[in-house]
């Protein structure tokens, strides 16, 4: 978390993400520059579609790259779904926050069949890659997504979160949609 200056007369809050030199260097000789490059492309792309996070600025200093973006202060889905359910059963759990739950899951999904009709897979679908800021929903973490009209990256990048990783990305397939529904 950072101070974005770039409007002195209104500091702004902004995420940065920061790649050490020659981090996650993969057997195509790409590394964290390339991953955070695509992430930068994708946010680009995607800003005026759907809900992500805008992009400030991306820049390389020492061998490190930096991607910075508008922070989302909000709370995650999961922490909103751990907040609500209370260690509960669903049944248990009084019907407003049950309503509550339900709308942001169809609002999250609608996020991702946005993303897939622009040709995109997430490939990183979890509670945690989603943010709540002021009822509505970001996506965020991007870096692991695929374009399949591009196909790019080539091959995908690898890795993504264990659980929600279906068996054709761990075995390194090219990416499908399926991969999201899998994580949802």
């Not at 993400?17 to 981090?23: L, R």
């Not at 679908?125 to 965020?140: C, D, S």
């Not at 690898?158 to 068996?167: A, E, H």
């Amino acid at each position: 978390k950072g101070v974005n200056l770039s409007r002195p007369w209104r500091p702004d809050w902004c995420l940065v993400k920061e790649g050490k030199a020659n981090m996650c260097f993969d057997e195509h000789g790409r590394d964290i520059y390339d991953r955070l490059t695509w992430q930068l492309d994708l946010q680009l792309a995607l800003a005026k579609k759907m809900n992500v996070p805008k992009i400030a600025d991306f820049f390389k200093k020492n061998g490190n790259a930096f991607l910075v973006m508008e922070f989302i202060d909000g709370i995650s889905f999961r922490h909103l779904i751990v907040d609500s359910l209370e260690c509960k059963a669903w049944f248990t759990v009084e019907k407003h926050k049950q309503d509550l739950l339900l709308d942001h899951c169809i609002r999250i999904l609608q996020q991702i069949q946005i993303l897939h009709e622009e040709g995109y897979v997430h490939r990183d679908i979890t509670p945690n890659n989603f943010v709540i800021r002021k009822g509505k929903e970001y996506l965020i973490d991007l870096e692991m997504a695929y374009s399949i009209t591009m196909n790019r990256p080539h091959p995908a990048f690898r890795l993504g979160t264990f659980g929600f990783m279906s068996p054709e990305q761990l075995e390194t397939r090219t990416p499908t949609v399926k991969e999201d529904i899998y994580g949802i």
